[in-house]
């Protein structure tokens, strides 16, 4: 049965601690578990890639590390991060990030991105959903197919436009969902589905993604259909789309940034994803803490009236490499770069009241997940920086939130600061959103995940050591290439990626999050077995 937000999900059974002594001990640390909340000084070791002890007493290890004065947290996971490089992994840790993945937009094929990770190496774990973008690209631009896993390949799309508003005929569905299909036999974590690159698909489609996805016990990652305040295809409208289809075939519908989709109609939107969850359906919720999204500039949400429906008064509010754009040069990088990546800003939550307060019914909604929506780093002529290099070079560009999304949530949400005077939840609440709520978003459907996001005996010793009194993001709009700080050691699977605040380089102890390839298909429903 699917957590909803009015459920509490039954704990893990508690398991001894096993005999040391242990690879790694972490000491005198503030431990925060948010499925037991816990929140005591206590000792923590590690053997091989597990939690294998919790103690108040000491532990004996061949590596002892000083954590007193630090919290000890299971390692945040981004169910939301485009940026799947090697350079972006590495800006993700240092925001305490242990496991990214690719969900919203996904892939195609998920087979050829997880053999091309796993010959690089990561430091942190990652996955991939599969594409209904890509497949849906394949078949209606016959000549962009076969689909490639990159994401460059996603972006060259954008100088086309049948995709994006054509509807597809019966034919091309089939197409579409046998592409989609095969992804999740390769072992894709779910369907990511981009409906708000693609506005003029059909509902019969969307139909038979979410009856495709109830089929095979795997969520929905959807970027809904309309991104608008304003009534016809508001962002009000697309939430209510998606909830219907929740409704009518018990697909887990997943909504991805529920602050940018929702834009400056967040409250009427909250009240309408509220009534459903309170419902049973099987509806889950991430947002990112910042009042500015970042997408390319040829997506179909900036197009025509796009500052009317975004309710935003000037095209100023866009930005390409930190600086503003007028409409003139939208349009023409609309005609000859549909594929730049650009920031828009919506919210302006540091200067205004009320739009810190609209944020915060996002961030704050009770039981969404703190998801980044991380960019890959590109240079300024656009090019995604790939491969191995580190540090980032003095021209990589991205939003903010794909170096210090949870260093930013953190220290204005968890600890308060002088924007915020008092915390606005606990210090065990925020780590559940970071942590545990993304891992039971997945865990129904991926088993890895059930290890994940706790920091018990027995579960995968993914683990983050930061100082909440210093822990801040460094990343501004104009000079984003800066990684968080205040997160003293990262720990993946066991293995040191970051200790005392430097990054171990040749660390690459990332595992592939991934469903468990199929053998047989599964039986439609209602079919003889």
Avoid at 205 to 234: C, M, N, W
Avoid at 271 to 281: C, H, I, M, N, P
Wanted: negative net charge; contains cysteine; aromatic residues 6%.
């Amino acid at each position: 049965m699917l957590m909803t937000d009015n459920e509490i999900r039954p704990e893990r059974p508690q398991q001894p601690n096993e005999p040391g002594p242990y690879d790694i001990v972490l000491a005198g640390g503030r431990v925060v578990d948010p499925e037991r909340e816990t929140d005591d000084i206590l000792n923590v070791g590690i053997t091989g890639d597990r939690i294998t002890a919790i103690s108040a007493e000491p532990l004996e290890g061949a590596r002892v590390i000083d954590a007193a004065g630090l919290v000890v947290a299971p390692g945040f996971i981004d169910l939301h991060a485009h940026g799947q490089q090697l350079p972006a992994a590495w800006m993700q840790a240092f925001d305490g990030v242990t496991t990214a993945l690719e969900l919203e937009s996904g892939l195609l094929p998920i087979a050829d991105f997880y053999d091309k990770v796993a010959a690089e190496g990561r430091p942190i774990n990652y996955g991939a959903s599969a594409a209904w973008t890509y497949a849906r690209i394949a078949e209606k631009e016959k000549d962009m197919a076969p689909p490639k896993a990159e994401l460059t390949w996603f972006q060259r799309a954008f100088a086309r436009d049948g995709w994006q508003n054509s509807l597809a005929d019966e034919e091309e569905v089939k197409s579409i969902i046998a592409g989609v299909e095969e992804g999740l036999e390769q072992g894709g974590l779910g369907i990511g589905i981009n409906g708000g690159y693609a506005p003029g698909y059909g509902r019969k489609e969307y139909h038979a993604l979410a009856q495709l996805a109830a089929k095979h016990g795997v969520p929905t990652f959807t970027h809904i259909r309309y991104l608008s305040v304003q009534e016809p295809d508001s962002g009000f409208e697309g939430l209510g789309e998606l909830i219907s289809l929740a409704a009518a075939t018990g697909a887990h519908m997943h909504i991805c940034h529920l602050n940018s989709v929702a834009g400056r109609d967040i409250k009427a939107c909250v009240e309408l994803v509220t009534e459903a969850q309170q419902r049973g359906l099987p509806i889950t919720v991430e947002a990112y803490p910042y009042g500015a999204c970042s997408s390319t500039v040829g997506a179909e949400v900036f197009r025509d009236d796009w500052l009317a429906r975004w309710g935003v008064d000037d095209a100023s509010a866009m930005e390409l490499n930190g600086q503003p754009l007028t409409q003139q040069r939208i349009d023409e990088l609309q005609k000859e770069d549909p594929g730049a990546v650009i920031v828009m800003h919506f919210l302006h939550p540091d200067d205004n009241d009320a739009d810190a307060e609209m944020l915060d019914l996002s961030v704050l909604h009770p039981g969404a997940a703190i998801a980044s929506d991380a960019m890959p780093w590109a240079r300024n002529d656009g090019t995604i920086i790939e491969g191995d290099v580190w540090p980032l070079p003095d021209d990589a560009f991205a939003h903010p939130r794909s170096a210090g999304c949870y260093a930013r949530f953190l220290a204005r949400w968890a600890r308060g600061g002088p924007e915020r005077q008092k915390p606005k939840l606990s210090l065990v609440e925020a780590i559940r959103k970071t942590s545990l709520i993304p891992a039971q978003i997945l865990e129904t459907s991926v088993p890895q995940m059930r290890n994940k996001g706790r920091i018990q005996v027995g579960a995968d010793a993914d683990i983050v050591v930061f100082d909440l009194a210093t822990v801040q993001d460094e990343a501004t709009f104009t000079e984003p290439a800066q990684h968080s700080t205040g997160f003293q050691h990262v720990i993946v699977n066991g293995t040191p990626i970051i200790q005392d605040g430097k990054e171990i380089l040749e660390a690459r102890p990332g595992h592939p999050i991934r469903r468990p390839l199929a053998t047989t298909r599964p039986a439609a429903p209602g079919a003889p077995v």
